[in-house]
């Protein structure tokens, strides 16, 4: 069974806590040099979504079909840290509304990453656009998001930034 985005990026999360514990668990007197592992893969993606702004602004179902691209990446530094990043991208991802038959393309990227000695930040952005045929059936979607936490738990830096706009 293929995992969905969801499943995936929850397998490669518990993956990165996994490693990253072994880090700050392992002894500190002796790390080597970064040590990288990378993966770069694809996988079929089949996802329902309302554009609201659609058939004249009645909105429309629309299901999306093609491949979502992921690279995935974890470094272990020679200090003991973790560095980890992600980027999802559609690619040949496209669909047809269900009242309209108007065709439809899903385009953008997801990029997540976080690096961790002792404390953690992260960095999370996300568009994603559903692009239709005609004026006013583009869906824009846009998530950043930012936390910093010191080392003794203190959160130093929190932003949020989310938007869904039709165009």
């Known amino acids: 069974m293929i995992p969905n985005k969801k499943e995936f990026k929850f397998m490669l ?4 806590v996994g490693m990253l514990m072994i880090v700050l668990l392992a002894p500190t007197t002796a790390f080597a040099a970064a040590v990288t592992f990378t993966s770069s893969q694809s ?8 554009v609201p702004c659609a058939a004249g602004g009645a909105g429309e ?7 979502l691209h992921d690279l995935f990446s ?18 040949g991802v496209t669909g047809y ?36 045929q005609g004026l006013g059936n583009n869906f824009l979607v846009h998530d950043n998001f930012h ?12 932003h949020d930034n989310f938007s869904v706009v039709c165009k």
């Open 13 to 16: 999360s518990m993956i990165a």
């Open 43 to 50: 996988f079929p993606i089949d996802l329902v979504v309302f």
């Open 61 to 67: 179902v629309v299901e999306l079909t093609g491949n």
């Open 74 to 91: 974890v470094t272990f530094d020679s200090r003991g840290g973790v560095h980890v990043t992600t980027l999802d991208n559609p690619q």
């Open 97 to 132: 509304g269900m009242t309209t038959g108007a065709k439809y393309q899903a385009t953008g990227e997801t990029r997540d990453g976080f690096n961790s000695v002792v404390g953690y930040e992260e960095t999370y952005v996300n568009n994603f656009k559903i692009i239709g």
């Open 147 to 158: 936390i910093t936490v010191n080392a003794d738990g203190t959160v130093t830096a929190f």
